[in-house]
């Protein structure tokens, strides 16, 4: 019955320290935060766009970078929870997105082909094909192209899973194995012979789908339902046995092979429920961009996957999907507003994280939480959690264009360039937060100084 | 289940049959180092039999042979009649051998509770694994047996915030949990406190006689206290064989012991 508790709470094993009663107000505060989330995202940010206050190109942008959430789902749970690096999700993302993109390409599904092109996607034109080739027939049907979609990720992370984790290969090997392989397909995808649009990719979809409001608004609901359901999906398979089991083979593969347990089964499942979630992520992604390319499928592609996990928290699931909104959009506004040195405010972000928050956002939210139940009042809690809320606010802000235009104007820093004012507050606030904090530890070392230094009173 | 007669005419069915565990010329060699190279060596079953020699002698790579750890380079190991010998330690485990490590080995993210819940005999697949609760009998047995090692109060604590003596009774724990045909029990006292170490040696009385027990040590008032059969190593061969009062009395132990 504790253990049920402790699984409907949603808690992962790698949090709790005392007791699986979580107190009622953190219970509270938990509920509040979820039900205003979901909230503001089902319904506040739908309503925004239909009264005009939001553009719709702001929806078509936020949908894209939810479609990275299911992909970081299943990126935490084959590294956060089975411990085991894979540097090839995103070749699993283009898979399921290659797919649909086929589908799209076709008029069938609405892409653009011409009569004088033979009414086939155009690059088969340039390249002297002049007959849709066999296996691009079946993706004229929808459903045909979503089994695909979720069936051939499935299987080739379970063939390259079974002889890979069969060998016992772990841990770093593993990991390079997987970027071999990410390599290697991606070498392969981007010829023209494999009729798949070589370097330049598939791309002619309806022009609609990115354009006009109710394709944007559906697709964006679409991904959010599917965030949730693939939240749901991974908070089951965390909650049972075969969950603690791959954290079993996180923390000591060796003790399950004598407790009578092949190890390799259930990191094989591990890895291809997380093909399975990047390929779905891939699926919703193709719509809602104007083209898909092997440079989403390279390595850099997979590592920037393993990035959103990293920052926003392994271990933790809704971690994941945290991770990716905030690095997706602090990402997207840097390389937009500072471009000429993003790559080191992106790259200083990434190692400050790893730095002071090597357990990613959830630390904070823990701390948070940590506070709240020791009962210290909802102020400092407040302060506590003033980078996490900084950070939502600004990613917030910039998502939903309503960032006010005091904050959009730009102050010429030396050596840097022009960088508007919402930066430097938000740098402002966090540097604020973070002394903050330095202050009360300091408090705590003077305070725990004097104490060791007063004898006890017998 | 290899057929006995027919693999080894040297050795009687009766042998085999009788013994719970019996290794015959068993040498194990890493890199031209002997690091075991036993004649002959058997437990009968519900024994409770002790190994003890200096360090180096081979007593964790004579676990390791029996569990599968580490495989053998000439000579047989049969256990509970089956040719175990080119057995993978996976199947090992799942034909009933279980194993406590020298250094305490439990899944430091899961809670006590949950730590002897995947201890738990049963199906083994994944697919069993996502559907599957423990059974309330299963429930009742794992408290009582958190119960006799004082850590029922504990349940739900991760097990990387217990002290090291109730990690080293959280893996017994799970060992006991696993009905297992054999337990390979290496070092439990290391590490643990007099009064740990006494209540250690109950645990293990209690199990005696009704379970088949390989006990590894160094702590000889343990050892007296499992008031049993003793076995002593060195250098890989066995050396001596008895109680301990016999072993201790036996001029060659004494020599290896202290000689050095």
């Known amino acids: ?458 | 289940m290899r057929n006995i007669l027919h693999d080894s005419p040297d050795i009687s069915t009766d042998t085999i049959l009788t013994y719970n565990v019996y290794l015959k010329d068993v040498t194990v060699v890493f890199d031209g180092f002997r690091a075991l190279n036993i004649n002959e060596f058997g437990v009968y079953h519900n024994e409770l039999r002790v190994v003890i020699g200096p360090n180096g002698a081979g007593k964790t790579t004579l676990c390791d042979v029996i569990s599968g750890k580490t495989r053998v380079t000439t000579g047989r190991v049969w256990f509970n009649k089956t040719d175990v010998t080119r057995l993978p330690d996976v199947e090992i485990a799942r034909l009933g051998v279980g194993r406590k490590f020298q250094t305490p080995t439990v899944f430091d993210s899961l809670s006590v509770y949950e730590n002897m819940e995947l201890a738990l005999p049963g199906r083994r697949n994944v697919w069993r694994n996502l559907w599957g609760r423990e059974t309330p009998e299963q429930r009742d047995r794992i408290h009582a047996i958190l119960e006799c090692v004082h850590l029922i109060d504990d349940l739900q604590t991760q097990a990387r915030y217990l002290s090291h003596g109730q990690r080293q009774w959280l893996e017994i724990s799970m060992l006991i949990v696993a009905e297992p045909k054999l337990l390979l029990v290496d070092e439990p006292a290391a590490g643990l406190t007099d009064k740990e170490t006494e209540l250690t040696a109950e645990l293990l009385l209690e199990l005696k006689g009704t379970h088949t027990i390989i006990v590894i040590e160094h702590d000889m008032d343990f050892v007296r206290r499992l008031n049993t059969r003793v076995t002593v190593l060195n250098e890989g061969s066995v050396l001596a064989d008895g109680t301990l009062d016999e072993v201790q009395r036996d001029e060659n132990v004494i020599e290896a012991y202290l000689g050095r």
């Open chain 1, 1 to 458: 019955m504790a253990n049920a508790a402790a699984a409907a709470q949603g808690t992962a094993p790698t949090d709790q320290i005392v007791g699986d009663a979580t107190p009622a107000h953190v219970a509270l505060l938990r509920r509040s935060v979820v039900i205003s989330v979901l909230l503001l995202f089902f319904v506040a940010i739908p309503a925004m766009n239909l009264a005009g206050i939001v553009p719709d190109y702001k929806v078509n942008v936020l949908g894209k970078y939810l479609c990275f959430a299911i992909v970081a789902l299943g990126i935490d749970l084959i590294w956060g929870y089975t411990g085991l690096l894979s540097l090839c999700q995103a070749l699993f993302f283009c898979a399921g997105g290659y797919a649909m993109a086929m589908h799209l390409s076709l008029p069938q599904g609405g892409g653009d082909v011409r009569p004088e092109y033979h009414n086939i996607p155009q690059f088969m034109f340039f390249n002297s094909v002049h007959e849709l080739p066999a296996f691009w027939r079946p993706f004229a049907s929808l459903p045909f192209t979503l089994a695909a979609g979720i069936f051939v990720p499935a299987l080739i992370a379970t063939v390259f899973g079974f002889f890979i984790l069969r060998s016992r290969v772990r841990g770093v090997y593993f990991s390079i194995v997987t970027q071999a392989v990410a390599w290697g397909a991606w070498l392969l995808i981007s010829r023209n012979e494999m009729l798949l649009g070589g370097t330049n990719g598939l791309t002619n979809f309806n022009k609609a789908m990115t354009q006009s409001r109710p394709w944007i608004l559906g697709l964006y609901l679409t991904t959010l339902t599917m965030i949730v359901l693939a939240y749901l999906l991974c908070r089951y398979i965390t909650g049972s046995r075969a969950g603690r089991l791959l954290v079993a083979v996180r923390d000591k593969e060796t003790r399950l092979y004598f407790s009578g347990y092949k190890p390799y089964a259930f990191k094989v499942f591990a890895f291809a429920i997380a093909a399975v979630l990047g390929a779905i992520g891939g699926m919703l992604y193709s719509p809602q961009v104007t083209v898909i390319s092997p440079q989403n499928m390279n390595v850099e592609a997979s590592i920037d996957l393993v990035v959103l996990v990293a920052v926003g928290g392994r271990g933790r699931l809704w971690g994941a999907i945290l991770g990716a909104i905030i690095v997706s959009f602090v990402k997207a506004s840097l390389t937009s507003d500072l471009p000429t040195i993003w790559p080191f405010v992106a790259g200083g972000m990434y190692v400050s994280v790893v730095l002071l928050f090597p357990d990613g956002f959830v630390r904070l939210w823990d701390r948070i939480e940590t506070e709240v139940a020791g009962g210290t009042g909802w102020l400092k809690a407040a302060m506590t959690g003033l980078p996490l809320l900084a950070i939502a606010v600004f990613i917030l802000a910039e998502a939903l264009d309503l960032v006010p235009a005091a904050l959009r104007k730009a102050v010429r820093v030396p050596g840097v360039g022009a960088v508007q004012w919402k930066y430097l507050l938000l740098v402002a606030v966090l540097l604020g937060a973070w002394a903050y904090h330095l202050a009360g530890s300091w408090q705590r070392w003077r305070r725990g100084a004097v104490a060791a230094a007063t004898p006890a009173i017998a």
